[in-house]
């Protein structure tokens, strides 16, 4: 009965099963596709001789072969999606180019040291300064100059061939930067000092570009009437999903406090965009009879709203559900919420199928449907006559049922759980709500300045006021749970023990208590299982930590990172050593693990029975072989190969982040023959001495 409501719903596992498979064996598409026909053509051809009473009782020929047509769909689109398959990539013809043209589709991003580019390449430069058409996404980071902070969305500049493959850093725990990139069709990125680059003066208009310029526009009247930066940044994040003026302590405040995703444009936005604009607009008598223009209207101003935000997953696909429930009233048809999101992810996936392994497209779709499937049994549970009360346990009952299908994957993701989000949604959620009209008034009446300086004075106070209870929450002892490390086979387990539960509040079956027992069982037993294995650890590590010697030892829950510059640098703390710490539960820092001796420019560790070696610089000749485990070489050593072989004899040579690829680029070929690892081309080294 439920699947007949939502027949959608019967095509979404085949299509996300399709999707899977060329994620996991991408090299395998014409073995696959050969092996999708086959059986299709097996369901088909064994449906098509069948009689009709066969037919009935082997109907299933047909639903399969139905479910196996999708499954293929999809590892097809998947397959054709990365931008390399496109005989027109500029990858294809790069090789011996000197200097490539792009536009820029996005405003320049301030990094640190660099501005961050987000480019379209469209030719390359031959030898004889022939363009070649061609197209694909790439990354550059410019060295700061005044002439960078002029460009803007959709100019066309001119810069130097230094293209190389976006690769992970390989450090334990760390964020995957090279799979994400490649799941958003950006391969390869470049590093441009002042003159590897040039604006051509040209400019390239289009859609993306005018609402680039709208959303500067945006931006300049929020800055105006709103002075406080952190304010702004708040205002800019809620507003428009601009979140490049937030700061890091900030973001992580509103994480902590479980409301982070009230700064992050998501379905709430779109629903309250959509909804009052139909709603005022069906307050004129004409539309109350005539719904067309307002339905149609609330959805372009939608979509305009979304083009503003630069059309994230979240946002493309609360736009696309909403466009489904307005036309759907148009027809006078009442969707059902389950098949219409089923309908608007598989119309996100036809576009890009590598959207279903973006986190914030994960998280949309588990709270939509978490609140679909339990709001209104737990609203249900307890019943308030007055409107007041009725009003928060709404919002209560909401964010509790989001958070139901929600939590197993944000614990896999962010590794923590806010332990006081109820309340911080009660609180933030009704005073976020005005903000966001507040900002939408102050952007309409900004041709008033008298009445823009008042509601921007108010939005202002708002935000100071919601910061300030949000810092004061996250100071509570108990107001996140960290530390939590799941990997994905535990959070399948949580997912089916929830299903089980879930199952038996309606069926009230005894074997599915059976199940959920036996289902808790193996989450404990995994759970153990990993703390056992993390108690009898031993790893040596090379991080891959720019352009500095990093090393790392690790004995159980016990670790040591010889490098107090490491330690204390900000940047390689949050993105080098938290993630190790966390991956391999280490929580103490114990030098005693590793015998440490320094002389010179060179140092020795004995750890676990293992000797290793670090050299600072390698001018000089031993009289005799030097003969260790593991040889480091860092900082100001030549990795000359002949030097190596003649004075090294090492189980595993590594060449650290320290030395940069210059030094080893003459004489790759034979390090690559040889046992070295270089680790500015091949990421961080870990020897895991237990296995």
Not at 48 to 76: E, H, P, S
Not at 440 to 450: F, K, M
Request: hydrophobic share 45%; glycine share 4%; with cysteine.
């Amino acid at each position: 009965m439920f699947l007949s409501q939502a027949p959608l719903l019967k095509i979404v596992p085949s299509f996300l099963s399709g999707i899977l498979l060329y994620y996991f064996f991408p090299h395998s598409a014409s073995g696959m596709i050969l092996i999708f026909f086959s059986l299709l053509l097996l369901s088909l051809v064994s449906y098509w001789f069948l009689n009709d009473v066969l037919r009935q009782k082997f109907k299933w020929f047909y639903a399969f072969g139905l479910q196996i047509t999708f499954v293929m769909g999809a590892f097809i689109l998947s397959a054709w999606h990365p931008a390399p398959q496109s005989k027109r990539w500029y990858g294809h013809t790069i090789t011996h180019t000197q200097y490539l043209e792009a536009v820029l589709t996005d405003d320049p991003d301030p990094k640190a040291k660099t501005w961050k580019l987000t480019v379209s390449i469209l030719s390359v430069l031959d030898s004889n300064h022939y363009k070649i058409p061609c197209s694909g996404n790439a990354l550059l980071y410019v060295e700061k100059s005044d002439a960078v902070t002029k460009l803007k969305g959709g100019d066309v500049i001119l810069f130097r061939n230094t293209l190389k493959d976006i690769r992970s850093s390989g450090n334990p725990g760390a964020f995957d930067f090279a799979a994400y990139a490649r799941r958003n069709n950006i391969y390869q990125s470049a590093f441009l000092k002042q003159n590897d680059w040039v604006f051509t003066g040209q400019r390239r208009s289009s859609l993306n570009t005018f609402f680039l310029s709208l959303g500067r526009y945006t931006r300049k009247i929020l800055a105006k009437y709103i002075h406080e930066p952190i304010s702004l940044g708040i205002g800019q994040a809620l507003l428009m999903g601009y979140r490049k003026d937030i700061d890091a302590e900030t973001w992580q405040t509103y994480a902590d406090a479980g409301i982070v995703h009230i700064i992050a444009i998501s379905g709430m936005h779109m629903a309250m965009i959509y909804g009052t604009i139909r709603w005022m607009l069906m307050l004129i008598p004409y539309f109350r009879k005539n719904k067309l223009f307002p339905i149609l209207f609330a959805i372009l101003s939608m979509w305009i709203f979304a083009g503003l935000t630069g059309m994230p997953a979240s946002v493309a696909r609360a736009a696309v559900m909403f466009s489904f429930i307005g036309i759907g009233e148009l027809i006078h048809r009442q969707m059902n919420v389950q098949n219409n999101l089923a309908a608007s992810a598989l119309f996100l996936l036809c576009i890009n199928p590598f959207w279903l392994f973006d986190v914030g497209f994960q998280l949309s779709y588990l709270a939509l449907i978490s609140l679909s499937s339990f709001y209104k049994p737990i609203y249900k549970r307890i019943y308030f006559s007055h409107p007041i009360p009725d009003f928060f346990w709404k919002l209560s009952a909401g964010t509790v049922a989001a958070q139901i299908l929600t939590f197993p994957i944000c614990m896999f993701y962010f590794h923590q759980f806010p332990v006081l989000f109820l309340i911080s949604n009660l609180i933030a959620i009704p005073l976020t709500t005005g903000i966001l009209y507040a900002e939408i008034l102050l952007v309409l009446l900004s041709s008033i300045p008298s009445v823009a300086s008042f509601i921007g004075l108010l939005t202002e106070s708002c935000i100071q006021f919601l910061n300030s209870i949000v810092d004061d929450m996250t100071h509570w002892s108990l107001a996140v749970w960290e530390g939590i490390n799941l990997n994905i086979s535990q959070v399948i387990l949580i997912y089916l023990i929830l299903f089980s539960w879930v199952w038996l509040y309606r069926n009230k079956d005894k074997m599915i208590v059976f199940a959920s027992a036996l289902l808790l069982l193996f989450l404990s037993i995994s759970m153990v299982s990993e703390r056992v294995e993390h108690l009898l650890q031993k790893h040596i590590i090379v991080f891959d930590a720019g352009r500095q010697k990093s090393l790392g030892f690790v004995q159980g829950e016990n670790y040591f990172v010889p490098e107090e510059n490491l330690l204390n640098q900000s940047m390689s703390k949050k993105y080098v050593l938290d993630p190790f710490y966390l991956a391999c539960h280490v929580n103490q820092k114990d030098s005693t693990i590793v015998h440490r001796h320094i002389e010179n420019d060179i140092e020795a560790f004995e750890f676990e029975g293992q000797t290793i070696l670090r050299f600072s610089q390698n001018n000089f000749q031993p009289d005799t072989m030097i003969c260790t485990d593991y040889l480091i070489l860092s900082e100001q050593c030549n990795p000359h190969p002949d030097w190596l072989k003649k004075h090294i004899k090492a189980h595993q040579i590594i060449i650290d982040g320290s030395i940069p690829n210059w030094k080893t680029e003459p004489y790759i070929s034979d390090l690559e023959k040889m046992r070295v690892h270089i680790v500015s081309r091949q990421g961080a080294y870990l020897a895991q001495l237990n296995t």
